[in-house]
């Protein structure tokens, strides 16, 4: 089994910035994808974010893509997620995602991992 815990999360208004971490424990042995997502209210949870098990491929949603960083440090299994310019649009839940192995084929889907965290509130003011 494998734990995640997000923090960072927190109010800040339009166009400030927030670092998200997600902190894995347990069985973190190998290589692994990490995914971070967002859930609105009354939305479903959507893709924001990956990276491979060495940092050398990421991937983001055109709605954060030039605004946020995806990366990881293995040695303290953590995966960060760095948010500049914050719009009111992406006030959300925001998840990270754990799943073994190295394939990127598919990573952009919720159902492609296997562990999730409980996620951290990021509240965007206007």
């Known amino acids: 089994q494998v734990q995640l815990v997000e923090s960072g999360g927190g109010l800040v208004q339009a166009g400030g910035f927030l670092r998200l971490s997600c902190a894995a424990s347990g069985r973190t042995f190998g290589s692994y994808i990490s995914g971070w997502f967002r859930q609105a209210p009354g939305k479903e949870r959507e893709f924001v974010a990956a990276i491979n098990w060495n940092g050398g491929t990421t991937d983001y949603a055109d709605s954060v893509k030039g605004r946020f960083t995806i990366s990881r440090d293995n040695a303290r299994n953590t995966v960060y997620l760095q948010m500049n310019s914050l719009k009111s649009e992406d006030t959300a839940a925001y998840y990270c995602?754990?799943?073994?192995?190295?394939?990127?084929?598919?990573?952009?889907?919720?159902?492609?991992?296997?562990?999730w965290g409980q996620g951290t509130q990021v509240t965007v003011s206007s």
């Open positions: 995602a754990y799943r073994r192995g190295l394939r990127i084929a598919g990573w952009r889907s919720t159902d492609d991992y296997d562990y």
